[in-house]
T-cell receptor, first 112, second 112 residues
Framework: DGGITQSPKYLFRKEGQNVTLSCEQN?????MYWYRQDPGQGLRLIYY???????QKGDIAEGYSVSREKKESFPLTVTSAQKNPTAFYLC???????????FGNGTRLTVT | EDQVTQSPEALRLQEGESSSLNCSYT??????LFWYRQDPGKGPEFLFTLYSAGEEKEKERLKATLTKKESFLHITAPKPEDSATYLCAVPNLPSGTYKYIFGTGTRLKVLA
C-alpha cells in the first residue's frame, strides 16, 4: 500500500545535539512538507519542497534544516539552534499545490 | 487575514447521539476544504475534500457539507470508535504557495 513512513516513532535527545527525522513516501507525490504540532495549536509549517533539489522555508523554519535529494525522501534535521524542539513532527505529501495532504504517523521528539 | 476556526473545541456525545462539528473559514476564492481525523499519537487521516458550496460527501457515519462560509461534519449515530480529533484545512492563497491553513480541531469523545 502507498503511504508515508516516518521514523523513528519516538526520539529522545540531549540539549545541544542535532537530530534527523526520516520521512519516506511511495505515493509518487511531488510535494512534501514538514509540520510541527503542539498541544492547543494548529499545525505549523516548517519547510516544504515542491520538487527534488528545491525546498522553501515555512512559517517556523528557524533552527531546522531539510534536504530533498530524492523524490521519495525529505529528512528534517532539528538543530541545536531550535529553542523549543520538543514536539510532535508530521511529514506530509501532496500531488501538487492545493491538493489534499497525506500524512505520516509522526515522530515525537523529546529533548532534555 | 485568512483564518480557519473550528467549533466546538471539545464535544462529548453518548453513543448514538448525532451532532455536527463546524469549520468556518475566511479565505476568499476557496480552492478546496479538507477534513481529517486524527487519533492520539498518530498523523491526520484524510477523510474528505469539498470544492464548492452545496457539495456533500459521505463515509459511513460521517457526512461533510460546504457553504460559502463554513463546512459541517455531521456525525450520525456515533460509536465510541469515532472518538478522535477532527481537523479541517484550506489551501492558502495565492495559488502556488503550497501553504494550508489548519483549524485547531474538535476533540470528539463518544461514550458507550
Amino acid at each position: 500500500d502507498g503511504g508515508i513512513t516516518q521514523s523513528p516513532k519516538y526520539l529522545f535527545r540531549k540539549e545541544g545535539q542535532n537530530v534527523t527525522l526520516s520521512c519516506e513516501q511511495n505515493l509518487n507525490h511531488d510535494a512534501m512538507y514538514w509540520y510541527r504540532q503542539d498541544p492547543g495549536q494548529g499545525l505549523r509549517l516548517i519547510y516544504y519542497s515542491q520538487i527534488v533539489n528545491d525546498f522553501q522555508k515555512g512559517d517556523i523554519a528557524e533552527g531546522y534544516s531539510v534536504s530533498r535529494e530524492k523524490k521519495e525522501s525529505f529528512p528534517l534535521t532539528v538543530t541545536s539552534a531550535q529553542k523549543n524542539p520538543t514536539a510532535f513532527y508530521l511529514c506530509a505529501s501532496s500531488i501538487s499545490d492545493s491538493r489534499p495532504l497525506h500524512f505520516g504517523n509522526g515522530t515525537r521528539l523529546t529533548v532534555t | 487575514e485568512d483564518q480557519v476556526t473550528q467549533s466546538p473545541e471539545a464535544l462529548r456525545l453518548q453513543e448514538g447521539e448525532s451532532s455536527s462539528l463546524n469549520c468556518s473559514y475566511t479565505v476568499s476564492g476557496l480552492r478546496g476544504l479538507f477534513w481529517y481525523r486524527q487519533d492520539p499519537g498518530k498523523g491526520p487521516e484524510f477523510l474528505f475534500t469539498l470544492y464548492s458550496a452545496g457539495e456533500e460527501k459521505e463515509k459511513e457515519r460521517l457526512k461533510a457539507t460546504l457553504t460559502k462560509k463554513e463546512s459541517f461534519l455531521h456525525i450520525t449515530a456515533p460509536k465510541p470508535e469515532d472518538s478522535a480529533t477532527y481537523l479541517c484545512a484550506v489551501p492558502n492563497l495565492p495559488s502556488g504557495t503550497y501553504k494550508y491553513i489548519f483549524g485547531t480541531g474538535t476533540r470528539l469523545k463518544v461514550l458507550a
